[in-house]
C-alpha cells in the first residue's frame, strides 16, 4: 500500500482521459521499461503539458513503484482538494441533493458511489473524517476519475442538526425504513440523502432523519453504490 501522499492512476485509459481533462493536477508519468506497450498517445499528452516523463524498471526504482510493476505505465497525480458544505449548497445541478456518506471505509465502495452520484449531477457528497475512506487512489481509479465536489465534516449528528435548522429534508436509505422510497413524491430543493457504510447508520442518526427503503425480493440489502443508483434515478423522475 503505497503512502496516502502518492496517488497514481494505471489504466491507460484513465491516464489518457486524465492528462486530456485535467493535466495541471498531473506531476509525473512513469513508464515501466520492463512492459512492451503502445504509449505513444500518452507520451505525446504528457510532452504537450511538459509533464516530467520518468522510464524505468517499477521493481527495481522504488518500493512504491513495485505496486504497480505488472502495469506499463502510472500516472502520479496532486492530492484531491476538499471543498466546503457551503460550496456544495451553492451549486446548480441537475438534482439537488447533497449526498451524505456515512463511514464508508472501503475505497472501492467510494468511488463506485462517487462515479454513481457523478452520472446524476448531484451538488456534491460529505464524508466523515473519521471510520470513512479519504479521496484516495483507489477511489480515484475505481470512480474512473468522475468525482465531486466533496467535503469532510467532523460532527454528523451536529451537521445534520444545522441542515435541518436551514430547512433541509433529511432521507436516509435504510432497509429497515419506515417508508418506501417510492412513497417519496417530491424532492425538495434542499436535500440530504445519507447512505451508510459496511456497519450501517448509527440510531442516534436515524432518528433525525426520515429512513426510506428499496423494495427488493430474495435479499435483504443491495450493494450501497446499486442501492444509491435506484434511489437517484427515482428522485430524478420526480423533478
Avoid at 460550496?87 to 463511514?103: D, H, P
Avoid at 468525482?147 to 433541509?168: D, H
Amino acid at each position: 500500500m503505497q503512502p496516502e501522499s502518492h496517488k497514481f492512476l494505471y489504466s491507460k485509459t484513465l491516464i489518457e482521459e486524465f492528462l486530456k481533462s485535467t493535466p495541471h493536477k498531473a506531476n509525473k508519468l512513469y513508464l515501466n521499461n520492463q512492459k512492451k506497450s503502445n504509449l505513444t498517445h500518452i507520451i505525446k499528452l504528457a510532452k504537450n503539458q511538459k509533464i516530467p516523463i520518468i522510464s524505468t524498471n517499477f521493481k527495481k526504482f522504488s518500493k512504491i513503484l513495485e505496486n504497480y510493476k505488472n502495469v506499463p505505465a502510472i500516472l502520479e497525480i496532486s492530492e484531491f482538494s476538499y471543498t466546503n458544505v457551503e460550496t456544495i449548497e451553492n451549486r446548480n445541478t441537475s438534482l439537488n441533493i447533497i449526498l451524505l456518506v456515512y463511514k464508508v471505509k472501503d475505497p472501492r465502495n467510494l468511488g463506485a458511489i462517487m462515479r454513481t452520484a457523478k452520472a446524476f449531477d448531484i451538488k456534491g457528497i460529505l464524508i466523515t473524517t473519521q471510520d470513512s475512506s479519504p479521496i484516495n487512489s483507489t477511489v480515484i481509479n475505481t470512480s474512473r476519475n468522475n468525482l465531486l465536489p466533496t467535503a469532510r465534516i467532523n460532527n454528523t449528528f451536529k451537521t445534520i442538526q444545522e441542515f435541518k435548522s436551514k430547512g433541509y429534508k433529511i432521507l436516509c436509505l435504510d432497509n429497515k425504513g419506515s417508508k418506501l422510497i417510492n412513497q417519496i413524491n417530491k424532492i425538495p430543493d434542499k436535500t440530504i440523502l445519507i447512505l451508510g457504510g459496511e456497519k450501517g447508520i448509527d440510531n442516534k442518526i436515524k432518528e433525525l432523519t426520515e429512513t426510506i427503503k428499496i423494495p427488493t425480493k430474495n435479499v435483504e440489502s443491495l450493494n450501497t453504490s446499486v442501492a444509491l443508483a435506484i434511489s437517484l434515478f427515482y428522485f430524478s423522475s420526480l423533478q
